[in-house]
């Protein structure tokens, strides 16, 4: 069975200074992981996905993370944080049965 | 890229009464869509796992009596809250994917927000 873990509930950086989302992950195989976000009240936008083709994906909006198979993570960076980027993001798996797993979600909030 | 139409954005309707929610892939067959619970600054929970012409799967703690879901075709899926109370007020969230490929993300509708009055 899959599982995510985010580990930060709430994150909260200053603008301009750099993003870091933590996510672990728990898989019997090699997981496929995904990046949301998710604004007030709207769906939900894929930010990035590992697919094994390289460990290191980047993503729209200057999103990137690392897919680290010897500490099961798939933690989500940004150099830069922008005030645009408050909002809720879910590091999620995916199962082969496509059963999707979401994480509890991370609120990052941007001081100005 | 993958569109997925969600629709109504927004209803609000009285305690007992049935609402309906559509689930539209507007440029790809998705021969799986799944529905979503999101309640208050919490996660998506999963509710059911909706396969074109065959019955959903639900997840455990669901009632699939009160939770209808149709998946007709292969671009639309309906998920119907009968009689619905007021604790039956969240945001469903529905999304589709390309079955197949097991790392194709998930393209997800805007969300309804339900409110049971």
């Known amino acids: 069975a899959q599982s995510v873990t985010q580990l930060d509930s709430h994150v909260s950086v200053s603008e301009g200074t750099p993003v870091l989302l933590r996510c672990n992950y728990s898989s019997s195989y090699s997981p496929s992981l995904f990046w949301y976000v998710q604004h007030p009240n709207k769906g939900l936008q894929l930010l990035l996905k590992?697919?094994?083709?390289?460990?290191l994906v980047k993503g729209i909006n200057g999103f990137e993370a690392e897919f680290k198979k010897s500490e099961t993570s798939f933690h989500l960076t940004k150099p830069s944080a922008h005030m645009s980027d408050a909002a809720e993001y879910f590091c999620?798996?995916?199962?082969?049965?496509?059963?999707?797993?979401f994480g509890k979600g991370t609120r990052l909030h941007i001081l100005p | 890229g993958a569109v997925v139409s969600q629709h109504p954005s927004w209803v609000i309707c009285k305690s007992g009464t049935s609402v309906k929610i559509e689930c539209r892939s507007l440029?790809?067959?998705?021969?799986?869509m799944f529905w979503y619970r999101q309640f208050p600054k919490q996660s998506l929970m999963l509710m059911a796992t909706s396969n074109e012409g065959s019955k959903a799967t639900y997840e455990q703690g669901v009632e699939k009596d009160k939770f209808l879901i149709n998946h007709a075709s292969l671009t639309l899926s309906t998920l119907t809250v009968t009689s619905a109370h007021p604790e039956d007020s969240s945001f469903y969230i529905c999304?589709?994917?390309?079955?197949?490929?097991?790392?194709?993300?998930?393209?997800f509708g805007n969300g309804t927000r339900l409110t049971v009055t």
């Open positions: 440029d790809f067959q998705a021969t799986t």
């Open positions: 999304s589709a994917t390309l079955t197949g490929t097991d790392n194709s993300p998930l393209h």
């Open positions: 999620v798996v995916r199962g082969l049965d496509d059963k999707i797993i």
């Open positions: 590992y697919t094994s083709a390289a460990t």
